[in-house]
């Protein structure tokens, strides 16, 4: 059964660098998200991606954050200059229109230091 | 601006006995999800809910919307250990082209043999 892969599954930062989370959708999804989900609290939605732009975005997803799907494959997360409140886990979804279940990937968990 | 609430946020409950998990939002929106998640896994899809009225089950579990009422609840039955775990409901608003999920708080199930 076809699904939503993340890299890395652990990502261990120093506060200040830029770190790049990668996610690779199931073939036929076309609308892209991202979450976050700080340790112990809710899933919070960052970012939507549909034909190549932003849709909507949080006010968590400020100017340090950006993303982009480069080959019409991988969607990828960056984060500029992590800080220590970047540590989370982040999920990726994606689905094949508007109106279906998003599937998500199995995380990454990021930790600045 | 859609708000979801759960409550109660955890639960410890003994084998063998019936709970009820709620969650309540604010705006109407088009559909419902519950999600089961283990600690450091991903989003598990449970149910996903359309309409007043609806109901859902699986096994133990059992799902029920009201829409008027803005109301969902997750009930379950002759609990076992296995169903350990923390439940969010999330609602979807299909605004900006996109159908992006607002989670609840999310409820830490314990049971207890």
């Known amino acids: 059964e076809p699904e939503v892969t993340q890299t890395p599954s652990h990502q261990v930062t120093q506060m200040g660098q830029e770190v790049i989370l990668r996610c690779v959708p199931i073939?036929?999804?076309?609308?892209f998200y991202w979450y976050r989900q700080i340790l112990g609290q809710k899933v919070e939605f960052l970012v939507s991606?549909?034909?190549?732009?932003?849709?909507?975005k949080s006010e968590i997803f400020d100017d340090q954050f950006s993303v982009e799907r480069p080959d019409g494959s991988n969607f990828t997360l960056k984060i500029r200059s992590t800080k220590l409140e970047d540590s989370a886990m982040y999920f990726c979804?994606?689905?094949?229109?508007?109106?279906?279940?998003?599937?998500f990937g199995q995380g990454t968990r990021l930790t600045v230091v | 601006e859609l708000k979801v609430e759960q409550n109660p946020l955890f639960l410890s409950m003994q084998e063998g006995k019936n709970y009820t998990i709620y969650c309540n939002y604010s705006?109407?929106?088009?559909?419902l999800y519950w999600y089961r998640q283990d600690p450091g896994k991903s989003l598990e899809s449970l149910f996903v809910?359309?309409?007043?009225?609806a109901v859902k089950q699986e096994g133990r579990l059992m799902a029920s919307l009201d829409t008027k009422a803005r109301l969902s609840t997750l009930h379950i039955t002759a609990a076992v250990h296995d169903l350990s775990a923390t439940y969010f409901c999330?609602?979807?608003?299909?605004?900006?082209?996109?159908?992006?999920?607002?989670f609840g708080t999310g409820t830490r199930l314990t049971i207890i043999p």
């Open positions: 979804a994606g689905s094949t229109d508007m109106n279906t279940e998003a599937f």
């Open positions: 073939s036929n999804h076309l609308y």
């Open positions: 991606f549909y034909n190549n732009e932003i849709s909507e």
């Open positions: 705006t109407t929106s088009d559909r």
């Open positions: 809910l359309l309409s007043n009225g």
């Open positions: 999330a609602v979807t608003q299909s605004n900006f082209g996109n159908e992006k999920l607002t």
